[in-house]
């Protein structure tokens, strides 16, 4: 079996991620990571030297290539994976998905103090990126919710997460 965790950027997916590839026994992997290897250049870097359409085409690429790897794993993707290309559909077809959700005040204050590995809201201050991520979570959040189960992350701890995802997996993991 292969889990995806996705949502919204700072949304704590790569900590759950790896958290429950501990727990589980199985391998973690992050897309991001996987592209920065492949490429051998940060997201960063993608994005300024290439732009995001050359970002989008190997993000999708690489996912394809992960879901089709005869292994179980757990995997981490972009804030931006489940929305482009068939992406959801794909995480859907080989994988049980989970969506990890944030409202605006939890991302937002999650992502100030970590903006600047992020290309697309690293020159933004306080004001623009509450709009920012108002906007975008409300055109992202038709494809987060095509997950298999969606789990709030207001208020919780890792600990408070794991113990949750876990629970919901529960099904799987027999
Ligand atoms: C993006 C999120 C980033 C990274 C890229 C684009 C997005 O990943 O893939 O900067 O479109 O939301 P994280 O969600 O892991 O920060």
Redesign the pocket.
Same mark, same amino acid.
């Given at each position: 079996m292969k889990f995806v965790l996705l949502g919204?950027? !700072?949304s704590g997916?790569?900590t759950v991620a790896k958290a429950l590839s501990n727990k589980l026994h199985l391998p973690h992997l992050d897309l991001?990571d996987y592209i920065e290897e492949k490429e051998q250049m940060s997201?960063n870097k993608i994005?300024q030297t290439q732009g995001e359409i050359y970002?989008r085409l190997q993000?999708s690429k690489f996912l394809e290539e992960i879901l089709k790897m005869d292994s179980e794993l757990v995997l981490?993707v972009?804030? !931006?994976?489940p929305c482009y290309s068939n992406n959801m559909e794909l995480i859907n077809r080989f994988s049980s998905s989970i969506y990890l959700k944030g409202s605006i005040p939890t991302i937002c204050q999650r992502l100030r103090n970590e903006k600047d590995q992020?290309?697309?809201i690293a020159d933004l201050n306080d004001e623009q990126l509450t709009e920012f991520v108002a906007k975008h979570l409300f055109e992202r959040r038709n494809f987060y919710e095509k997950a298999n189960k969606i789990i709030s992350i207001d208020g919780k701890s890792l600990e408070d997460l794991l113990t949750e995802v876990t629970l919901t997996l529960k099904e799987y993991l027999k």
């Open positions: 919204y950027m !700072g997916k790569s991001d997201v994005f970002f993000e981490s972009g804030g !931006g994976t992020r290309p697309l």
